[in-house]
């Protein structure tokens, strides 16, 4: 799940924002992507998963999957329609965004509670998602 979240951060920073990012700001984004990663994980020690899947662990790949391709999924159709000159200062109402208005914090949401669950701490995975939602 570290590496998804590391190749879609990739995609979004170099493909989709086309931002160039000063290297604090790349500092921060990767500090904090870090430290919840870490967190999740370090806590999987703490609560001694069993090497069984069980529901917990499919409800959490699965979130997590659902979460992470919604989110890239539905910032490259965007990133379509803002590329036309024709769309310029218009609202993207098309794709999945025509579900919610603001589908990628839903979706990135779902993919950060997703990672928090694999670990166990249900006090984590609840801070995570509230603190995103």
Same mark, same amino acid.
């Given at each position: 799940m570290a590496a998804g979240c590391v190749v879609k951060q990739i995609i979004n920073i170099s493909y989709i924002l086309e931002a160039q990012i000063s290297? /604090?700001?790349?500092?921060?984004? %990767?500090?904090?992507?870090?430290v919840t990663n870490s967190v999740a994980t370090l806590s /999987?020690?703490?609560?001694?998963? %069993?090497?069984?899947?069980?529901?917990p662990q499919y409800i959490s790949i699965s979130l997590f999957t659902v979460g992470i391709l919604t989110e890239l999924i539905s910032e490259l159709r965007r990133k379509k329609f803002r590329d036309n000159p024709a769309n310029k200062g218009k609202l993207y109402t098309g794709g999945l965004f025509s579900l919610a208005p603001d589908i990628n914090y839903v979706s990135y949401a779902l993919w950060r509670t997703g990672f928090a669950l694999t670990s166990g701490n249900y006090w984590w995975t609840a801070f995570q998602f509230f603190r995103h939602m």
């Open positions: 290297y /604090s700001g790349m500092i921060i984004i %990767s500090i904090y992507s870090t /999987s020690l703490i609560y001694e998963l %069993s090497n069984e899947l069980g529901s």
